[in-house]
């Protein structure tokens, strides 16, 4: 039981290393489609439940208002679940 652990904490570790952080994601995403500078973009990256990284990371919505006129199109796999 003791290693079935390590192997699942060591794989989820794996994982999430070897994918971005989210913030860096939905920075990335605003900077390419709103063509905003980047310092705008962190700006606009609010945490928390709410948060337009959250809305972005689960994609709630195809497209996210993140403000100043800027809606970013959700890419995710499975973003349109039917559709």
Not at 4 to 30: I, M, N, Q, R, T
């Amino acid at each position: 039981m003791k290693r079935y652990l390590v192997l699942v904490g060591l794989s989820w570790y794996l994982s999430s290393a070897a994918s971005a952080d989210p913030k860096e994601d939905f920075v990335k995403a605003v900077v390419d489609q709103c063509k905003l500078p980047k310092e705008k973009a962190e700006t606009l990256a609010t945490p928390g439940r709410t948060g337009t990284i959250v809305q972005f990371t689960l994609c709630i919505s195809s497209t996210v208002d993140v403000g100043d006129g800027c809606k970013v199109t959700c890419k995710k796999q499975g973003s349109n679940i039917g559709g």
